[in-house]
């Protein structure tokens, strides 16, 4: 048990689950990189995928919580050697979320259009971000199949499997991307903005396809539903309530945010579009660390081990703050070239140049509450989770935004609300884990 706390073994877990994390935001940000550099209107095509990326993300974060849920249930199995009392859970929880997905396409399909006019889109790119959502919705389900099967392997401590499907899905959507955005001559038409989204949906099929796949070849925990639900259904529902009411808070932030980049004119959102899915890339490549301590918790707590659990915290800051600093240097490394990438629009790199420092700024502070948010989720903890951020979103980045948007601080104001924002939700999970285990060490 303590070898599971040495920096080979959390670096074992942290470096496939780093790769296996970054899958979604690069398929976001191959979308970004490539509709930004189209020949037609590429600056409303950007701000549509933006506003669209923020919406899908909103969907796929409320309900893909269900990866942290099982992922803590069965790693907490593990610990306490009772992984045959929840081998059937995962597969009913994959039902109950994906017909919920199913639900919400219905849903948003037909109400594309009035969803989009809240985030301040009109013409054009209300007319893009249509187009993009009415395809790209379809891979919501896949998304979300994956991400359950995800967490049942971090449960059984593998990330290296959601690795190799990661890895196969987000190289799938970036050649797709080019075929189908600029087309093949002779062959394939250039489809625009709709093409980024068949990509997008044809990659998350993949790796739909491939978890179901992994899950039936490597492990024991079957994919057939079975009847009546596992007792630890009820406390599944529960973590997923508790995680939905949070996810909320979370996307209310982003909401706001994207909302008021859209307010701003089409350069604005277009230049937080890029900065907004560079912070997510950072995200979750420090989200590696985050997966490791939801791991490694989850199964310490189930054993009973608080002293590890305190040891596992320090080595997780250290390696997190590193983490972030290295992001941070290599940012201002290629400050300039990176903008380029997405967009050679002027108005659209000059915001984005104005406001790309914060971002880079803010990632050691990220990496604290990232880490210990996936702490938390391995305890089971999610009531306090929701709490914090229900405090931090409504108590410190809606009034920051709302007094730096009165001064006209623009993008400023979205940035800065930002960074206090995780420096609200990181230090009073640090607290009270040591409040919980230290002493008891």
Known sequence: MDQSISLKHINTLAVPAIIAGISEPILSITDTAIIGNVNIHPTE???????VGTFISMLIWVLGQSRSAISSIISQSVGANKLDDVKNLPAQAIFLITSLSIIIILVTYPLAASIFKLYNASGLILEYAQEYYKIRVFGFPFTLFTFAIFGAFRGLQNTYYPMII?????????LLDFALVYGIPDYIPAMHIKGAAYASVIAQLIMAVLSG???????????????????EINKFLLMILNLFIRTLALNTALYFASSY??????????????????????????????????ILSGK?????????????????????????????????????????????????????????????????????AFIFDGM????????YLRNVLLASTFLVFLPTLLLFDYYNYKLYAIFIAFTLWMAARGIPLIIKFRQLFLVTK
């Open 45 to 51: 095509a950007l701000a549509a995928v933006g506003i």
């Open 166 to 174: 990661a890895i196969i899905g987000s190289a799938s959507n970036i």
């Open 213 to 231: 796949y992994y899950l039936y070849k490597k492990t024991d925990i079957p994919l057939k539903l079975t009847l009546p639900f596992n007792k």
């Open 261 to 294: 980049a859209t307010s701003y004119g089409k350069n604005y959102i277009a230049a937080y579009t890029i900065a907004i899915n560079i912070w997510f890339l950072g995200a979750f490549l420090i989200d590696g660390f985050a997966s490791a301590g939801n």
């Open 300 to 368: 310490l707590f189930g054993a009973k081990r608080p002293d590890l659990l305190i040891r596992l915290s320090n080595k997780l800051i250290v390696l997190g703050i590193l983490t972030g600093i290295l992001l941070a240097g290599i940012g201002w490394l290629f400050y300039e070239p990176i903008g380029r990438v997405f967009t050679k629009q002027p108005e659209v790199l000059e915001a984005f140049y104005d406001v790309f420092w914060i971002v880079l700024a803010m990632q050691p502070l990220c990496a604290l």
């Open 376 to 383: 938390f989720k391995g305890l089971g903890k999610m009531k």
